[in-house]
T-cell receptor
Framework: DGGITQSPKYLFRKEGQNVTLSCEQN?????MYWYRQDPGQGLRLIYY???????QKGDIAEGYSVSREKKESFPLTVTSAQKNPTAFYLC???????????FGNGTRLTVT | DQQVKQNSPSLSVQEGRISILNCDYT??????FLWYKKYPAEGPTFLIS?????DKNEDGRFTVFLNKSAKHLSLHIVPSQPGDSAVYSC?????????????FGQGTILTVHP
């Protein structure tokens, strides 16, 4: 059963610690994306990757880093430089040109 | 600067009636529009899309209308069912390789009462 797996579903960290969110897909999609959702706002793009070993900043990349060493995996690291890291993080992937994004079920990160 | 706006945070309709969800955009470069549906604690699920070369796209009970001159799109659900109760978000993208770079609205909570 193909899909996008994000783990863990809930994550708690202390302020000042880096944390890495996992995203794995078995849809054989080339492109992968990270979005962030905050209450009352639309999803905002953090980073995206259209091919292995290449990625670009989205609209709110500051304080985040990513890697794309394998087609199936696109982990997101929330660094201590991110001023407001508490949010709901969604990973997505896309197959052929002009196909819609498929989303994972998200990771809710709480930093205290 | 919010380029995609859904001005109604919530909408309540009776089962069997029509649900109309609205979305406005400001960026004239947007040429591909999508609607996503989201249940609590889940990721968004793609519902329906429309290219700017069309003004209507239909899929079963769901129809999306695009008015380019008004920079407005709407999603019609007919007839509405209780299982349609969810958060509906519109999204837009510009052309070329940017198709995956979606700009989302804030979402509208639809509640369909039996």
């Amino acid at each position: 059963d193909g899909g996008i797996t994000q783990s863990p579903k809930y994550l708690f960290r202390k302020e000042g610690q880096n944390v890495t969110l996992s995203c794995e897909q078995n849809l054989n999609h080339d492109a992968m994306y990270w979005y962030r959702q905050d209450p009352g706002q639309g999803l905002r793009l953090i980073y995206y990757s259209q091919i292995v070993n290449d990625f670009q900043k989205g609209d709110i990349a500051e304080g985040y880093s990513v890697s794309r060493e394998k087609k199936e995996s696109f982990p997101l690291t929330v660094t201590s430089a991110q001023k407001n890291p508490t949010a709901f993080y969604l990973c997505a992937s896309r197959g052929i040109y002009n196909s819609p994004l498929h989303f994972g079920n998200g990771t809710r990160l709480t930093v205290t | 600067d919010q380029q995609v706006k859904q001005n109604s945070p919530s909408l309540s309709v009776q089962e069997g009636r029509i649900s109309i969800l609205n979305c406005d955009y400001t960026n004239s470069m947007f040429d591909y529009f999508l609607w996503y549906k989201k249940y609590p604690a889940e990721g968004p699920t793609f519902l329906i899309s429309i290219s700017s070369i069309k003004d209507k796209n239909e899929d079963g009970r769901f129809t999306v209308f695009l008015n380019k001159s008004a920079k407005h799109l709407s999603l019609h659900i007919v007839p509405s069912q209780p299982g349609d109760s969810a958060v509906y978000s519109c999204a837009a993208s510009a052309g070329g390789t940017s198709y995956g770079k979606l700009t989302f609205g804030q979402g509208t909570i639809l509640t369909v009462h039996p």
